[in-house]
């Protein structure tokens, strides 16, 4: 079944709670509906666009055109081998879902990104990550359907192009392909992944998939703020890879600044040569902690996240972003760059 409301608040559909709407909005259940749609519809003279469960959505404006939505639900597992097994997954499954689903069906690998709001397609778009894992890392294959000319295609892990928080469907072919199904490989044997801070501390004996969600749900419910209660796009900027020179030139200044070594999932060839400066603690440092433009604001407990205190319009969290990035620029020399996705 598909369905297209007209001027449809997407309030419900930004968990920055921004007030938009969009012209049509358009939510299908299968493969084939959206085939249908994209067969019947004439999309070259109106603006197409894609969305998941709209957390690191920005939308700058009411959208004019056709905002897709999949409504694929699902959990089929195809192969199990013994040691691992692949399971293909609905894009409108809601993440969390799914890693709960995992763990109580004895499926590893993806508990320590318990919790990260989104749907399991925007997953795949996203490359979302958290406490040392990235969903790529799990990720076999994504199907898709080709809104340019209604074509299935499946790509592969490496044809995905998965780097920090990018994927190509989020760069490259950005906008050209709705993910209907994403395909995971996971392990059955519980291997615990701990080297992030806080989660060290976690005792290894007899250690369970469970303890580390219970872990990460905490962590994240102590510096997050929960999108129904204060709207947020989670981290609003990426991390930035900075050259060690660079990085050293501004240690003589800050001799405090923390780094991190740069994951060999970033985009860097030499990753000997780059380090990961934290976007929080410039954002701090530029003295943005807590502070407001109207009603958009910078979280008190994580700089990193930009909040609507209630009733902001678009042009303030864009005015605060872009005001942060200039700030940041004129102090340390570095350019910060949006995680989230401005429509
Ligand atoms: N920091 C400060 N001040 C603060 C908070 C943090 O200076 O108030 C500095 C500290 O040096 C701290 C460092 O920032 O050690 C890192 O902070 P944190 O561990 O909270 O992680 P993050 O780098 O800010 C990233 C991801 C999060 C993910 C966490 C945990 C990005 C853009 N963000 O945040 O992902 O949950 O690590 O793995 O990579 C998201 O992408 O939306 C997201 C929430």
Redesign the pocket.
């Known amino acids: 079944m598909l369905t297209i409301q007209e001027n449809y608040s997407l309030k419900e559909h930004n968990s920055f709670g921004l007030d938009v709407k969009a012209r049509y909005f358009v939510e299908y259940e299968s493969e084939d509906d959206l085939v249908q749609f994209l067969a019947q519809t004439d999309t070259t003279s109106t603006r197409l666009f894609h969305i998941g469960s709209g957390s ?1 959505l920005l939308f700058t404006r009411d959208f004019d055109g056709y905002l897709l939505h999949s409504a694929i639900k699902g959990i089929e597992v195809l192969e199990d081998k013994g040691d691992s097994a692949v399971l293909k997954v609905g894009a409108a499954v809601i993440w969390d879902e799914l890693i709960k689903w995992t763990i109580n069906n004895g499926y590893y690998g993806l508990e320590n990104m318990s919790l990260i709001p989104s749907e399991v397609g925007a997953a795949a778009v996203q490359n ?5 894992v990235e969903v790529k890392d799990y990720i076999q294959s994504v199907e898709c359907v080709d809104l340019h000319d209604g074509r299935t295609a499946r790509f592969f892990n490496e044809e995905c192009k998965f780097s920090y ?1 990018h994927s190509i469907f989020k760069d490259q072919w950005r906008g050209r392909y709705a993910i209907t199904k994403v395909v995971f490989s996971l392990p059955t044997r519980f291997v615990p992944n701990l080297q ?1 801070r806080g989660l060290r501390e976690l005792p290894l004996e007899g250690l369970t998939a469970q303890a580390v969600r219970n872990k990460v749900i905490s962590l ?1 419910q102590g ?2 703020p929960e999108p129904a209660v204060l709207g947020n796009a ?2 609003f ?3 930035p890879i900075v050259s060690v020179d660079k990085y050293e030139a501004l240690l003589q200044q800050y001799p405090d600044m ?1 780094h991190f070594p740069v994951p060999s999932s970033s985009d860097s060839d030499d990753t000997g040569q780059f380090v990961k400066v ?4 410039l954002i ?1 440092r530029a003295g943005w ?1 807590g502070k407001n433009i109207g009603r958009a604001g910078v979280y008190e ?4 996240v930009l909040v609507n205190r209630g009733g902001a319009t678009p042009d303030e969290i864009v005015t605060l972003a872009a005001t942060i990035i200039d700030d940041v620029n004129r102090k340390f020399g570095i350019t910060l760059k949006p ?1 989230a996705i401005y429509i």
């Open positions: 690191d979302i990550g958290a406490y040392g928080r992030y994240r510096k997050l989670g981290s900027f990426l991390n923390p934290p976007a929080a603690w701090e902690k407990l994580q700089p990193l995680e």
